[in-house]
């Protein structure tokens, strides 16, 4: 069955850097895009970035953009988030999340994650 | 501050039918899709409807949605307790390049 399993999470200073995986399985990864989403204690879904099935294109919220590269490997099946100038306020569930080629770039995220909680804190 | 906008919270007994709206833009709802997300105290947030109106295999025919113009809502009827959960839309917007989110509705069944 269609499987995503986040990891890399963890506590980290103001300032550091973390990566995150998403190891995907029961699909073939390469027909779907690929997203990262966000979710901080209490609060709603937040998108970070975004890329195309074989990672040609990506788009970065504005809030994490110059900071956040998102990667995949189609071979190895895995999303990557790199993570750097953590700020506090980046502090969330990171959750991935694929979306079915024949609708791309419309919202809709079929498959999720169960999510990898990253905390920025001094 | 969401770019679509959910009432904070939602309810209704066992049985009764109830609607969350969903209000955007132009750049948004106005012409793209509109997605809804059911999240579960404590899991990720489940695909519910798709394309305005689409059901994915699993999701019971008790919920339906529509979209409108700028806005979009959520039906659920013959409401159960299991139901209890945060919604969320969610659309592609052409101005920010990424799909937006609602603040989510909290939905109580009383």
């Known amino acids: 069955q269609v499987q995503l399993v986040e990891s890399g999470g963890g506590l980290v200073k103001p300032g550091g850097s973390l990566r995150l995986s998403c190891a995907a399985s029961g699909f073939s990864f390469s027909d779907y895009y690929m997203i990262w989403i966000r979710q901080a204690p209490g609060k709603g879904l937040e998108w970070v970035s975004y890329?195309?099935?074989?990672?040609?294109?990506?788009y970065d919220a504005d809030s994490v953009r110059g900071r956040f590269t998102v990667s995949r490997d189609n071979a190895e099946n895995s999303l990557y988030l790199q993570m750097d100038s953590l700020r506090v306020e980046d502090t969330a569930v990171y959750y991935c999340?694929?979306?079915?080629?024949?609708?791309?770039?419309?919202?809709?995220?079929?498959?999720w994650g169960r999510g990898t909680l990253v905390t920025v804190s001094s | 501050q969401s770019v679509l906008t959910q009432p904070p919270s939602a309810s209704g007994p066992p049985g009764q039918r109830v609607t969350i709206s969903c209000s955007g833009s132009s750049s948004n709802i106005g012409t793209k899709t509109v997605n809804w997300y059911q999240q579960l105290p404590g899991t990720a947030p489940k695909l519910l409807i798709y394309s305005d109106n689409q059901r994915p295999s699993g999701v019971p025919d008790r919920f339906s949605s529509s979209r409108s113009g700028t806005s979009a809502s959520l039906a659920i009827s013959g409401l159960q307790s299991e139901d209890e959960a945060d919604y969320y839309c969610a659309a592609w917007d052409d101005n920010l390049n990424g799909p937006v989110f609602g603040g989510g509705t909290k939905l109580t069944v009383l």
């Open positions: 999340a694929r979306e079915p080629m024949y609708d791309f770039w419309s919202g809709h995220f079929d498959s």
């Open positions: 890329i195309s099935s074989y990672g040609t294109t990506m």
